[in-house]
């Protein structure tokens, strides 16, 4: 499995992105898939995920309700719309897949994107 994520950019304070993740292989409506943060200096954090079958999400309570995490099998892509971005939101952000295992839990993604750097100004 090869992921890639792309959208990072330098936003405002406020303003929106939206990541994408695009992955290969054949099964990827079978894979759960997560997006995770690291912040300059600071561990890896889990952000937000999405289930394989009926789209489950689940998010990190430091995005929830501004951040939004689907899924378009049809693409074999995963999407992370960012909203109201605060300057703490600034990191690289991974995508990554657990396959068909539901995790929130970083040791638990086998697979990883390269990182897309967002950056937030105050």
């Known amino acids: 499995v090869q992921l890639h994520a792309s959208g990072g950019g330098l936003v405002q304070a406020g303003g929106s992105l939206r990541l994408s993740c695009a992955a290969s292989?054949?099964?990827?409506?079978?894979?759960?898939m997560g997006w995770f943060r690291q912040a300059p200096g600071k561990e890896r954090v889990f952000v937000a995920a999405?289930?394989?079958?009926?789209?489950?999400?689940y998010s990190a309570e430091i995005v929830k309700g501004r951040f939004t995490i689907s899924r378009d099998n049809t693409k074999n892509t995963v999407y992370l719309q960012m909203n109201n971005l605060k300057f703490e939101d600034t990191a690289v952000y991974y995508c990554?897949?657990?396959?068909?295992?539901?995790?929130?839990?970083?040791?638990?993604?086998?697979?990883w994107g390269q990182g897309t750097l967002v950056t937030v100004s105050s």
């Open positions: 990554a897949t657990s396959g068909n295992k539901w995790s929130i839990r970083e040791m638990d993604y086998d697979y």
């Open positions: 292989g054949r099964s990827f409506s079978r894979y759960n």
């Open positions: 999405i289930s394989w079958g009926f789209g489950s999400t």
